[in-house]
């Protein structure tokens, strides 16, 4: 079999899954965001051959930045070619996603000890499968031309509820809900935290869209965050949303928490038109701005107290205080 050359620029993934459907749906899912996957459809096909020095790690493609391995093989275990990879010099640093359609916790615990950072099930949604590759090998080459894109489709879809609030004219609102590592800078697992971050993120788009009205949009903004588009929502009525989804959240918060090594935490924050801005890209602005601003809160408090610990602490050593 020839050898699969990745285009140049992508990154490249190797694909082990015999179901032809499933090999369909995950080119269909990766290429366009400029990922490059080649699939084998059996172990035979995966691996090409055997080297002089007896190892069996010659692959059909070239220099893979992920694997994925399906959990049932026509002929051979997914463990076996777990262990063969992870035994190679050339592929063991090389991250192994599997695609199961269940999975016990003693197969778990045994693929990980021998390596596999990920597991999937089967049938898997574009949004998950997504974020989960891009936890495990980082951003893709496109990732900004990705970013970029959501966020005009976020700007045009506020815009055309902007422009329809202006002609009613009736109220309009928004809110960005953004996961975070409060240790992100020294975080001892950041690709841990990652992920649980990116499913609980999607886990809660799911949640939001259950909870809200047909007329209220949710737009994904990248893999930790997203933003609710809210028409006919006034700034009194969005506390009222905003209290439902932090009460919609916190079960996640708590259930990811577990997973994650450092403390995750969810940030809800807003903005009206046309009480804090009358177009889409101000509306945006001034919602992260009050996300920027309760971060600092803490810090800014802080710095208070110690001022005001500083200033007692003078005024009792002064001359006044003595004398009195």
Not at 107 to 128: H, N, R, T, Y
Not at 230 to 255: D, F, G, M, S, Y
Not at 266 to 284: C, H, K, M, R, W
Not at 304 to 319: F, L, M, R, V, W
Request: proline residues 8%; negative net charge.
């Amino acid at each position: 079999m020839r050898q699969h050359n990745p285009k140049r620029g992508m990154l490249q993934i190797a694909v082990l899954e015999p179901t032809p459907p499933i090999r369909l749906k995950i080119k269909q899912i990766l290429e366009p965001r400029s990922y490059n996957v080649a699939a084998a459809g059996c172990v035979k096909e995966f691996f090409l051959s055997t080297n002089p020095n007896g190892n069996n790690d010659d692959l059909f493609v070239r220099d893979p930045s992920l694997f994925i391995i399906g959990g049932r093989l026509p002929d051979g275990q997914p463990l076996d070619v777990v262990r063969r990879l992870k035994e190679s010099e050339r592929w063991r640093d090389v991250p192994i996603m599997m695609v199961c359609h269940e999975v016990s916790r003693p197969l778990v615990l045994q693929a990980m000890g021998m390596g596999v950072e990920d597991f999937i099930l089967k049938p898997f949604s574009e949004a998950d499968f997504t974020a989960r590759v891009m936890d495990l090998i980082g951003p893709l080459v496109s990732t900004e031309d990705d970013m970029a894109a959501m966020g005009q489709d976020l700007l045009g879809i506020l815009g055309r509820e902007v422009s329809r609030a202006k002609r009613t004219p009736s109220p309009l609102s928004i809110l960005i809900v953004d996961a975070a590592c409060k240790s992100d800078d020294a975080c001892p697992e950041p690709n841990i935290c990652s992920h649980s971050r990116a499913s609980l993120i999607h886990e809660a788009i799911s949640a939001a869209c259950g909870s809200l009205r047909d007329i209220d949009t949710v737009v994904p903004l990248g893999c930790h965050a997203f933003t609710t588009v809210l028409p006919l929502t006034p700034p009194e009525n969005l506390t009222i949303v905003q209290a439902r989804l932090e009460h919609i959240i916190q079960p996640l918060i708590e259930k990811h928490q577990s997973t994650a090594q450092e403390t995750i935490s969810v940030e809800i924050t807003g903005a009206s038109f046309p009480e804090d801005a009358e177009d889409a890209q101000g509306l945006l602005e001034r919602a992260r701005q009050r996300s920027q601003e309760e971060g600092d809160m803490p810090e800014q408090k802080a710095a208070e107290e110690e001022t005001e610990k500083t200033e007692e602490s003078s005024d009792d050593s002064s001359p006044v205080s003595k004398a009195a």
